[in-house]
């Protein structure tokens, strides 16, 4: 069975101080891994698609890095407008064909002034 | 360019009832497809339409059913609706229903 395992549930950073979220999977064939961050009562939102083993995407403050088993969402020199929770899905092909996305719980991140 | 717009916001509801869910992709695209999120979970995937026809169904009973429309815009229907029903419910649309999924902010749903 396809499964997402994000670590850990919550993280408490004070601003500046660099961590790193991860993301595990057993899937049958990766076909896409895409990390979106989502604010309190609100849709997700898109961050980064990586594909195979060794790719890595910027954006600003985050940096997605992939290996065969796990991806990790490393953020630097943290600010408080980077708090929410990131969510880790890999694309999946279902029987039928269409596709779907299988997400993790999430990693809450709260980063204090 | 707007993105994924889903209507209503919020909406209460009572156990029995029946309700429906609106969701319209963003411009040019042609695959929807819709996620249930409960509280602190990730969410899960209900369905995918694809130019009108459905590619895809999660594992949800009957009561819950969508359709796609010829501009390409959703509908997601849920009958006889249970207290675990409630939850906040997400559309994402996909160019060609591969590839990124950009989602719409929700539409919370409450059953009392």
């Known amino acids: 069975e396809d499964q997402v395992t994000q670590s850990p549930e919550a993280l408490r950073l004070q601003e500046g101080e660099s961590s790193s979220l991860n993301c595990s999977y057993t899937?049958?064939?990766?076909?896409?891994l895409f990390w979106y961050r989502q604010d309190p009562g609100k849709g997700p939102e898109f961050l980064f698609t990586l594909y195979s083993a060794g790719e890595e995407k910027e954006k600003e403050r985050l940096k997605a890095t992939l290996t065969k088993k796990e991806s990790f969402l490393h953020i630097t020199a943290p600010k408080p407008e980077d708090s929410a929770t990131y969510l880790c899905?890999?694309?999946?092909?279902?029987?039928?064909?269409?596709?779907?996305?299988?997400f993790g719980k999430g990693t809450k991140l709260t980063v204090n002034p | 360019d707007a993105g994924v717009t889903q209507s209503p916001t919020h909406l209460i509801k009572t156990r029995g009832q029946h309700v429906t869910l609106r969701c319209s992709p963003i411009?040019?695209?042609?695959?929807v497809s819709w996620y249930q999120q409960v509280l602190g979970q990730g969410p899960q995937f209900i369905f995918q339409?694809?130019?009108?026809?459905?590619?895809g169904r999660g594992n949800f009973p009957d009561r819950f059913s969508a359709r796609q429309f010829p501009n390409y815009s959703s509908e997601l229907n849920v009958n006889a609706l249970l207290l675990g029903d409630s939850a906040l419910y997400l559309c994402a649309s996909s160019l060609t229903g591969q590839g990124e999924q950009y989602f719409g902010p929700g539409t919370r749903l409450t059953v009392t």
């Open positions: 411009s040019g695209h042609k695959s």
């Open positions: 339409y694809y130019e009108k026809e459905e590619r």
């Open positions: 899905a890999v694309r999946v092909i279902t029987q039928g064909g269409s596709e779907k996305l299988v």
């Open positions: 899937v049958s064939g990766l076909r896409g």
